[in-house]
């Protein structure tokens, strides 16, 4: 099974910037539906964007539209996260999940995933 590896997160100042990106372990990624998901202690692991295989359909949660942008380099089995205009609400642990399911529009949901990440943790700072 494909094994999905987030890196890039780190501490950064409200209105700064990050780029996460998603690194798996095989080539089948490439068919895969990626999202990212982001979750603070206490409350629900939430969505933030999804991209389909080929990188043609994306989504975005309205709390981040505008600011983040999903992509994908298939070549390299990555799929990252450009986030901007940092807000302190966008502190979490923020983890990429994948879907073989490629015929399917990209979920917002949980369920829709069925390999994750280990997270990679997002501090944003006033």
């Known amino acids: 099974q494909v094994q999905l590896v987030e890196s890039g997160g780190g501490l950064a100042q409200s209105g700064g910037s990050l780029r996460l990106s998603c690194a798996a372990s095989?080539?089948?990624?490439?068919?895969?539906?990626v999202g990212w998901f982001r979750q603070v202690p206490g409350k629900e692991r939430e969505f933030v964007a999804a991209?389909?295989?080929?990188?043609?359909?994306?989504r975005y949660a309205d709390s981040v539209k505008d600011r983040f942008t999903i992509s994908r380099a298939n070549s390299r089995n990555t799929v990252n996260l450009q986030m901007n205009m940092l807000k302190l609400e966008d502190t979490g642990v923020y983890y990429c999940?994948?879907?073989?399911?490629?015929?399917?529009?990209?979920?917002?949901?949980?369920?829709?995933?069925?390999?994750w990440g280990q997270g990679t943790r997002v501090t944003v700072s006033s």
């Open positions: 991209i389909s295989w080929n990188g043609e359909i994306t």
């Open positions: 095989e080539g089948s990624f490439r068919q895969y539906t």
């Open positions: 999940a994948g879907d073989d399911r490629a015929w399917r529009r990209p979920g917002s949901t949980t369920s829709d995933y069925d390999v």
